[in-house]
């Protein structure tokens, strides 16, 4: 596949969340470097921080194509300009609405994986009036994990369980510090291998897979990519995992995993960019572990997974931005003209 550009500059919006936490100021940094990779390709773009005071003058920012990273802590603030975008046909980057309770329950993923025959790690879910006991038909160590976060949040080296005992304590201090349900799934021993898929229906492709390897202290330690390891730059977990693509494998392993990933990617229903997290264990077997509808594409992080396999693509980070806005204004307005549309939004937000 080669990258996507435009003959003529267009319009893009960029609305984002700020905060302290390392999640938040990723997705913040990650606006930023969107907003100069596009004009540096000569694209109009406007960037603006959102907040409940002026979520509603946001969701009119002009642009032809929206990138939605209101990525708060209770999600509310992007439900309301999700959802407000798409009732006034705003072109937005990525999965509609329909699809955002996978992004805040994860076990809704977990199940419809299960129903769809997609393959992924054996699992139980438990909400506050469960009885934690013994799980029967799942294998320990077990992953334990919140429903309702992302980015890592909630997984630490202590998620991994290898008794009841050790399951039960977990669980109650996910349910003590998180809301929604919990998720105990088979740990599956092996490698992290992350694919990143763009592109609607039978255009989909996958990019270069990247490999997240554990080094240093996970010598003695869980092979886990917990929320440290993502985004604490101070931890030894952060400099212990490493990314790195194109992830090298046989050719067998590489169709069995673009397969997964594209069949995924269709029943989820995602739209131009996810990302999939998986496992793969010593015998081969590849499992999703997460479907990630919204995923980072942060140029400053170094070890952003899909970044990595852009870049062993063979694209710049400015080639691979404009390429999704390339595969959302065809998906959303075919040949319309750029200028029209640009025109059509400023007479509808002259306020702004």
Request: net charge positive; aromatic share 12%; glycine share 8%.
């Amino acid at each position: 596949m080669t990258p996507v550009s435009f003959d003529y500059p267009i319009s893009v919006a960029i609305l984002y969340y700020g905060g302290e936490a390392e999640d938040l100021k990723d997705a913040e940094n990650a606006a930023r470097g969107l907003a100069e990779a596009l004009e540096e390709r000569g694209h109009m773009v406007r960037l603006m921080q959102v907040t409940k005071k002026n979520w509603r003058k946001a969701v009119r920012l002009p642009g032809q194509v929206v990138f939605n990273f209101v990525e708060d802590e209770t999600w509310e603030l992007y439900t309301k300009v999700g959802l407000r975008l798409e009732a006034l046909g705003r072109a937005q980057m990525g999965h509609d609405m329909r699809c955002f309770k996978y992004i805040t329950k994860k076990a809704r993923v977990k199940r419809k994986m299960r129903r769809w025959g997609i393959a992924t790690a054996d699992f139980r879910i438990f909400n506050r009036r469960s009885k934690i006991s013994q799980v029967r038909g799942l294998e320990y160590p077990l992953m334990v994990k919140p429903s309702g976060q992302h980015a890592g949040i909630g997984i630490s080296q202590d998620s991994v369980v290898i008794d009841q005992d050790e399951l039960k304590e977990r669980v109650k201090f996910l349910f003590k510090h998180f809301p929604g349900e919990v998720i105990a799934e088979e740990f599956i021993e092996g490698r992290e291998i992350h694919v990143t898929v763009i592109g609607n229906g039978r255009k989909a492709v996958v990019l270069p897979y990247c490999e997240i390897f554990f080094g240093g202290e996970f010598a003695d330690n869980w092979d886990v990519y917990t929320y440290e390891a993502k985004w604490d730059e101070k931890s030894w977990e952060y400099w212990g995992a490493r990314a790195h693509a194109p992830a090298k494998m046989d050719r067998k392993l590489n169709r069995r995993i673009e397969r997964l990933t594209l069949a995924a990617y269709r029943v989820f229903g995602c739209r131009d960019v996810a990302r999939m997290d998986m496992r793969v264990d010593t015998r081969g077997r590849a499992y999703i572990v997460d479907i990630n509808m919204n995923p980072s594409l942060n140029y400053y992080d170094t070890q952003d997974a899909t970044v990595k396999s852009v870049e062993a693509q063979g694209w710049t980070y400015g080639e691979f931005i404009e390429t999704l806005v390339a595969i959302t204004y065809k998906r959303v307005y075919g040949r319309l003209q750029d200028r029209v549309r640009e025109r059509q939004f400023l007479l509808a937000a002259p306020q702004i």
